[in-house]
């Protein structure tokens, strides 16, 4: 493991140099990828120089254990070095699943999709609830929350909510996120007071920049409609919402929130490039799919990851049959321990798969 970190501590003094380097500050795209890959062995060149300063002391104390002739400072040595071997097995445990490589997307932010499924205007009201749920997530993470569009239901909720979501490790946290949510309650809509299942599907995109994906203008169609919803006098009387079209693909992409045709194309544009770019890093989910379970919603988006019973209070993610008994403090956005109990069930199966 030793000879390992070394090397990486190698390639981190490597890319300092690049990174200060004003042949390489002047080309920008590999500058950002050289800073980004800086940033990323930050954490276990930390860890590396504890380890280092671990090895030592334990070399330290065997050398007391070895020489020294007094029982007291024997004694204190051998205390001292059962404590530094249980720390260090921690250590390189942890170590070991940082040497492991992530997925490259985790860092970035995300586009969230959520619409409604089978259960008509209850799944609107249900996908309502899971916007709620997410903003007060987000609202938890101090990450900023932007509307792209949106289609309201006919009795509340959306048919359709799309939002861009920026801030730290966005989408390694909402990743998991993604697939068919469905409850089980008695609806707004129903007067008979019987359990109804509906449902509503979670897309989480992670966000492509202008380097990843370069979109020419002359495979765009740029369409411009009167906005329908909240915003004042502007609103059916302004041409400032936005529809794109990518012809080589037929990607479709809409926005009207903002009150500014430019707004609103930027908007656009950029779950455009997060929708493209999604085709090609969908082939690396559906191969990492095969393998961890936890994945399984992000590469088969069609998937029933999680039931949200309301007559128990309970919670139940199925995929790694996980549940809680704290519904509506979930619902307020509480979602924190689902994410960490299925990355640690992904860590598992990385460091399995890192064995084998």
């Not at 090397?7 to 500058?31: G, S, T």
């Not at 699943?97 to 985790?106: A, G, H, K, T, V």
């Not at 996120?177 to 509503?200: D, F, I, L, N």
């Not at 209070?313 to 996980?322: C, L, Q, Y």
Request: net charge negative.
């Amino acid at each position: 493991m030793l000879d390992k970190l070394q090397a990486i501590h190698l390639r981190f003094i490597e890319l300092e140099k690049q990174i200060n380097d004003p042949d390489v500050m002047q080309d920008m795209k590999r500058y950002i990828k050289l800073n980004k890959d800086y940033k990323e062995l930050l954490p276990i060149i930390e860890e590396y120089f504890r380890y280092s300063k671990m090895m030592s002391d334990i070399e330290s104390a065997r050398e007391v254990l070895a020489t020294e002739k007094d029982e007291d400072f024997r004694a204190m040595a051998k205390e001292e070095l059962a404590t530094l071997q249980e720390a260090q097995i921690q250590l390189e445990d942890d170590i070991r699943l940082m040497l492991i490589p992530s997925d490259p997307q985790d860092s970035k932010n995300a586009i969230l999709e959520i619409r409604a499924g089978t259960g008509g205007d209850e799944a609107s009201i249900f996908a309502g609830d899971l916007y709620r749920l997410y903003s007060k997530y987000c609202e938890k993470k101090n990450w900023k929350t932007e509307l792209v569009d949106m289609t309201e239901g006919t009795m509340g909720g959306f048919k359709e909510i799309i939002l861009n979501v920026k801030g730290e490790n966005v989408y390694g946290q909402l990743k998991y996120e993604s697939g068919v949510h469905r409850v089980q309650r008695v609806p707004q809509t129903e007067t008979q007071g019987r359990v109804h299942t509906s449902a509503a599907s979670v897309v989480v995109l992670p966000e492509a920049d202008e380097f990843e994906v370069e979109l020419k203008t002359s495979d765009i169609r740029k369409d411009t409609y009167c906005s329908s919803g909240p915003g004042g006098q502007s609103v059916n009387t302004t041409y400032s919402a936005i529809r794109l079209t990518h012809i080589p693909t037929g990607i479709v992409v809409t926005c009207q929130d903002e009150k500014s045709q430019l707004k609103n194309y930027d908007q656009a544009l950029n779950v455009l490039r997060a929708r493209i770019f999604e085709r090609e890093y969908q082939k690396y989910l559906d191969e990492i799919s095969k393998k961890r379970k936890t994945m399984v919603s992000t590469g088969d988006r069609s998937a029933k990851i999680r039931t949200y019973n309301y007559a128990q209070g309970r919670v139940t993610d199925h995929r790694i049959n996980f549940s809680l008994f704290n519904l509506s403090a979930i619902m307020d956005g509480e979602v924190q321990e689902f994410i960490d109990a299925l990355q640690l069930a992904e860590n598992a199966e990385r460091l399995k798969e890192a064995v084998e």
